[in-house]
């Protein structure tokens, strides 16, 4: 059976509409933070088994980017909701 997201504003569409745009929970360093904490943010990833939140981005839709609630080890996506929701709740 094909994977499927909930796209807040599409409904349900296969995976293969969406492209994984990365770590959703990274925060950006300020300008004027360490050239360490710029590299950590930009190159050092951890690689976690269970749930994460990542950005994906619905390329076959809507185009809106999403914030993905999924599993990595079993691939079971647990939310989506709409990224600029997130933002807004986040002070972004």
Same mark, same amino acid.
């Given at each position: 059976? /094909? #994977?499927?997201?909930?796209? $807040?504003?599409? @409904? ?6 969406? #492209?994984?745009?990365?770590? /959703? #929970?990274?925060?950006? $360093?300020? $300008?004027?933070?360490?050239?360490? /904490?710029? =590299? *950590? *943010? &930009?190159?050092?990833? /951890? ?5 994460? =939140?990542? =950005?994906?981005?619905?390329?076959? @839709?809507?185009?809106?980017?999403? &914030?993905?609630?999924?599993? %990595? *080890? %079993? =691939?079971? &996506?647990? #939310?989506?909701?709409? @990224? ?9």
């Amino acid at each position: 059976m /094909a #994977s499927l997201i909930t796209c $807040p504003h599409c @409904g349900v569409r296969p995976k293969e509409e969406f #492209s994984i745009r990365g770590d /959703a #929970s990274l925060v950006r $360093p300020a $300008p004027t933070a360490s050239d360490e /904490a710029w =590299h *950590y *943010y &930009v190159y050092v990833r /951890a690689n976690p088994r269970g749930r994460t =939140h990542e =950005h994906w981005q619905h390329v076959a @839709g809507c185009r809106r980017f999403l &914030v993905v609630e999924r599993d %990595t *080890y %079993t =691939h079971e &996506v647990h #939310s989506v909701t709409d @990224g600029a929701v997130v933002a807004r709740e986040n002070g972004r």
